[in-house]
């Protein structure tokens, strides 16, 4: 049961297929408002992924800065989705 995941995106595919999408902050690997790495926080992000896996669920991570701007989350995202369709043999 997934009562207490919090997840960016979730997508369900056909074929049972469950994939998330995640957007790191820095409040995923530090404290103090971004000042501070915080190995622990990190060890939560890589535990929570791992259950994830667990489940049966994919779990795909971008930083922050990846998707800042809009033209670059744009250009991410157009390289990335028909890959990740094609790789979960996704059709239109």
């Not at 469950?18 to 190995?39: F, K, M, N, W």
């Not at 992000?45 to 971008?62: H, I, P, Q, S």
């Not at 390289?79 to 790789?87: A, E, Y």
């Amino acid at each position: 049961m997934l009562l207490r995941s919090r997840m960016d995106f979730l997508l369900l595919l056909p074929h049972g297929q469950h994939v998330v999408l995640e957007i790191d902050g820095s409040q995923h690997y530090t404290r103090d408002y971004g000042c501070t790495p915080d190995a622990a926080k990190y060890a939560e992000t890589v535990a929570a992924d791992r259950d994830l896996k667990l489940r049966g669920y994919e779990v795909f991570r971008f930083g922050h800065d990846e998707l800042k701007r809009f033209d670059d989350a744009q250009a991410l995202m157009w390289l990335f989705l028909p890959n990740m369709f094609r790789h979960f043999r996704v059709s239109s």
